[in-house]
T-cell receptor, first 113, second 110 residues
Framework: DTGVSQDPRHKITKRGQNVTFRCDPI?????LYWYRQTLGQGPEFLTY????????KSRLLSDRFSAERPKGSFSTLEIQRTEQGDSAMYLC???????????FGPGTRLLVL | GQNIDQPTEMTATEGAIVQINCTYQ??????LFWYQQHAGEAPTFLSY????GLEEKGRFSSFLSRSKGYSYLLLKELQMKDSASYLC???????????FGRGTSLIVHP
């Protein structure tokens, strides 16, 4: 296993459309995190899974955002009715139960026109 | 809440040493991460300090003073490829969610 993977790497969409991103964590990692990052800022936490359970969601996460991790492996992040303000890099990270260190995927860069 | 402060930008010369500082104000502090992020890429883990003192890993070292709410990342023998953003992130006890600073953009010039 070479690390966390994300798909797609880039997405351009029109305002109002729905988009879905996928994250495949490192195989033995049971914790999975989603972050959003805009230019000149550090990653902002969106949500976190331990196995298939979504344990924490940021107040930043509006009702248009939903995330799933149905089998405790890969995860999807869906944004409904996209807005221009959703344009950002969406990062996924994973970690084990034992270590706090998170390992990040390459990110999905979203541009909403 | 948490307040994490690091300089926005630094420049340095190839072969030199640079120190990137990070100060934080938080309750329930557990540890501090440093990540490197090249433009358009994901952050990559550099170090995690929980105890006071200096930890060295090759050309990179990280220092933590819990009592002062202060950390620094020391980069020696700078190379052009070290040009990147360096993110400081604080973890709290009982939470698996680190809070990131805005990052310090380091520019290494010949």
């Amino acid at each position: 296993d070479t690390g966390v993977s994300q798909d797609p790497r880039h997405k351009i969409t029109k305002r109002g459309q729905n988009v879905t991103f996928r994250c495949d964590p490192i195989s033995e990692h049971n914790r999975l995190y989603w972050y959003r990052q805009t230019l000149g800022q550090g990653p902002e936490f969106l949500t976190y899974f331990q196995n298939e359970a979504q344990l924490e969601k940021s107040r930043l996460l509006s009702d248009r955002f939903s995330a799933e991790r149905p089998k405790g492996s890969f995860s999807t992040l869906e944004i409904q009715r996209t807005e221009q303000g959703d344009s950002a890099m969406y990062l996924c990270a994973s970690s084990t139960d034992i270590q706090e260190t998170q390992y990040f995927g390459p990110g999905t860069r979203l541009l909403v026109l | 809440g948490q307040n994490i402060d690091q300089p926005t930008e630094m420049t340095a010369t190839e072969g030199a040493i640079v120190q990137i500082n990070c100060t934080y104000q938080t309750s329930g502090f557990n540890g501090l991460f440093w990540y490197q992020q090249h433009a358009g890429e994901a952050p990559t883990f550099l170090s995690y300090n929980v105890l006071d003192g200096l930890e060295e890993k090759g050309r990179f070292s990280s220092f933590l003073s819990r009592s002062k709410g202060y950390s620094y990342l020391l980069l020696k023998e700078l190379q052009m490829k070290d040009s990147a953003s360096y993110l400081c992130a604080v973890s709290l006890k009982g939470s698996y969610i680190p809070t990131f600073g805005r990052g310090t953009s380091l520019i290494v010039h010949p």
